[in-house]
C-alpha cells in the first residue's frame, strides 16, 4: 500500500478549494492538481469533492441572501442585470428540457457553464430542488470526466488516431 505525503494531501485540499471558486471550478483545479503532481484520478476525485460542496450551499442559501439583499437598492440593480444575464444563458435549455437541459449546461466545460452558474440558473427560474441538484452533479460529473481526459491528453490522443 502506497503512503501519501503531505505534499500530496495539501496539493489535494488546494485543488478542492479552488474547485469551489466561481468561473475557476473544475476547469481550472484540474490541470492544477495534475500540475501540483497529482494523479489524474486523485485530481480529478479532489476537484469533484470540492465543486459539489459548493451546490447545495448555493441552491439553499442563494434563494435566502437574495430575498434578504434585495430589501436594499444598491443590491437590487446589479442583481436584476445578473438575472436577465443568467435567463438568457440557460432559460432556454432549461424550458425546454428540464432538469436535463441543466445537466447538459453544466456538463459542457466551457467558461460560464459550471455549477455555480448552473445553480444560480436553477434558483432564477424557481427549478425544485430536487431535480436540480441531482442535474448540476451529474453535469458536474460529466465535466470533470471530460476536462480530466483534455488535461491528460487522451482527446488528443484519440483524436491523432482518427486521422
Request: aromatic share 12%; proline share 6%.
Amino acid at each position: 500500500m502506497a503512503s501519501v505525503t503531505s505534499a500530496e494531501v495539501y496539493a489535494w485540499f488546494w485543488v478542492a478549494f479552488v474547485s469551489m471558486l466561481p468561473v475557476v471550478e473544475l476547469r481550472g483545479a484540474i490541470p492544477l492538481g495534475l500540475g501540483l503532481g497529482l494523479s489524474p484520478l486523485a485530481a480529478f476525485s479532489a476537484a469533484l469533492v470540492g465543486n459539489l460542496l459548493i451546490v447545495p450551499l448555493l441552491l439553499w442559501l442563494v434563494p435566502v441572501l437574495v430575498a434578504w439583499l434585495e430589501r436594499y437598492p444598491w443590491f437590487k440593480k446589479p442583481w436584476d442585470r445578473l438575472e436577465a444575464r443568467l435567463r438568457l444563458k440557460g432559460e432556454d435549455a432549461v424550458q425546454r428540457y428540464g432538469a436535463l437541459g441543466l445537466l447538459l449546461f453544466v456538463a459542457i466545460p466551457l467558461p460560464g457553464s459550471g455549477a455555480w452558474t448552473g445553480s444560480l440558473i436553477a434558483v432564477v427560474l424557481g427549478l425544485k430542488k430536487r431535480y436540480a441538484w441531482p442535474a448540476i452533479s451529474l453535469g458536474v460529473v460529466i465535466a470533470g470526466v471530460l476536462v480530466t481526459l483534455a488535461a491528460t491528453g487522451v482527446l488528443k490522443g484519440l483524436e491523432w488516431m482518427a486521422r
